[in-house]
């Protein structure tokens, strides 16, 4: 068969590797296609410079390799109305992802989770509650959180559970194909993506994917709120509305108490006590790049929360220091994703106690329309070396922008901050 991957991607376990990987072990003829070039994907190159059956079209996309091919993976950044998905329509190609081979394949019971914030820490809250009751003899982890379950899928078992992050890009494809998780987890819907869906409805119905293509025996897991009621309604199988529980965390946030509610949710429905979960969860101690403290130096507190790509994702970080006199030196702003700036400036005036330090972007102009002040600065470490906080405050990179531009990702976002704060006196 020949195979095209529409997009290699960065990530050493991602959906692009991770699927390449997948039919050149398999014998078929694939060719891997991406806009960036072979110097800026050098170390997925090198993982499959190994198979002869193996070609790489990099720094673009070509119309005769999808002509090419039998079977079109497309990853994530690939629109659905991109013109290579259009002429692949055309030309009547089968078009898959990751996740849909991977949900075909599965052996055993997958949990799909979904939302606009905190889906990553959502989904490492369940894992690790499924993981730590030992009712299974594996609990897989995958999806979003940069690892593809195509890399696993030859290990899992029929006795075993997969817990899946699933993005609405994701999830486009796995509609496209017609399925979903046997246990769907939707946890929230806010404003986001708004530079790549035409409305919320059309983001509202990507994430609705994960519940669409159920079987009447499968479940899926809302919020309380009124707003899913037509999603409740509309549900092929059976449902759960959440409400916001309180539990006692070690990580702050009132948004991670909802967090911990679906997990609790989600691991009552398969059989978990609530005195196991609450146990789990009173040791969960977060992810990397989301509202992490990462160091204290002569008694400032560096948070990095890179992955706040959204100004909601920055209010929920306000939101969880209190005001106090000391100060608060947010790192701010980046590239546009159509997103609205009032509610967030609105919120610093009324924290004194925060003082915001803007980086250029696409995003500069709506930011200055909002009202939010600070200083503009055109390199991350200029920004970075302009802040002196005192004895007691808190520097805090929680940009509610995406990262494009200034950075490669959100991920090299916080890496730098990493870096600078290591070289701090």
């Known amino acids: 068969m020949n195979v095209l991957i529409l997009g290699l991607g960065q990530y050493p376990k991602g959906s692009g590797v991770a699927a390449a990987l997948h039919f050149a072990k398999a014998g078929d003829q694939v060719i891997v296609t991406d806009l960036k070039s072979r110097k800026e994907l050098a170390g997925n190159v090198k993982q499959l410079s190994k198979y002869k059956n193996v070609q790489f079209h990099l720094g673009g996309h070509d119309p005769e390799d999808i002509a090419w091919a039998h079977l079109i993976v497309r990853g994530p950044s690939v629109r659905s109305s991109s013109k290579e998905m259009k002429l692949a329509r055309k030309l009547g190609k089968s078009v898959t992802s990751d996740l849909a081979l991977f949900l075909e394949a599965c052996p055993c019971p997958v949990i799909g989770i979904t939302g606009t914030r905190g889906k990553s820490t959502t989904t490492k809250m369940i894992h690790e509650v499924l993981w730590g009751s030992k009712k299974w003899r594996e609990v897989w982890l995958g999806g979003n959180i940069l690892v593809s379950p195509l890399t696993f899928l030859p290990q899992v078992k029929a006795s075993d559970l997969v817990v899946l992050e699933m993005s609405s890009f994701q999830l486009e494809a796995t509609g496209e194909a017609g399925i979903s998780p046997h246990i769907a987890v939707w946890t929230n819907l806010m404003r986001d993506h708004l530079n790549m869906y035409p409305s919320m409805v059309e983001y509202a119905e990507a994430k609705a994917q994960i519940f669409r293509h159920q079987r009447p025996d499968d479940f899926v897991l809302l919020p309380a709120n009124k707003s899913f009621n037509m999603y409740a309604k509309e549900a092929p199988g059976n449902v759960i509305r959440v409400k916001q529980e309180k539990f006692a965390l070690s990580i702050p946030g009132e948004h991670n108490q909802m967090n911990a509610s679906f997990a609790a949710a989600t691991a009552a429905l398969l059989g978990v006590p609530l005195s196991k979960t609450k146990s789990i969860l009173k040791t969960f101690k977060g992810l990397p790049n989301r ?135």
């Not at 929920?316 to 590239?335: D, E, M, V, Y």
């Not at 709506?366 to 470490?381: M, Q, S, V």
């Not at 906080?389 to 990262?403: E, H, Q, R, T, Y």
Request: hydrophobic content about 40%; glycine content about 8%.
């Open 291 to 425: 509202f992490e403290t990462i160091a204290a130096k002569k008694g400032v507190t560096f948070i990095n929360d890179t992955t706040a790509t959204t100004p909601d994702g920055t209010l929920a970080a306000l939101r969880s220091i209190q005001p106090s006199k000391a100060a608060i030196h947010l790192l701010f702003g980046g590239a546009d994703k159509e997103l609205d700036f009032k509610e967030v400036a609105s919120y610093l005036k009324k924290r004194k106690d925060v003082k915001t330090y803007l980086l250029s972007g696409t995003a500069e102009a709506k930011i200055k329309r909002a009202g939010i002040k600070g200083h503009w600065y055109k390199t991350f470490p200029e920004a970075f070396n302009a802040i002196h906080p005192n004895k007691g405050d808190i520097v805090l990179l929680s940009p509610g922008c995406a990262s494009f531009g200034m950075f490669k990702n959100e991920f090299d976002r916080g890496e730098q901050f990493r870096a600078l704060v290591k070289t701090w006196k």
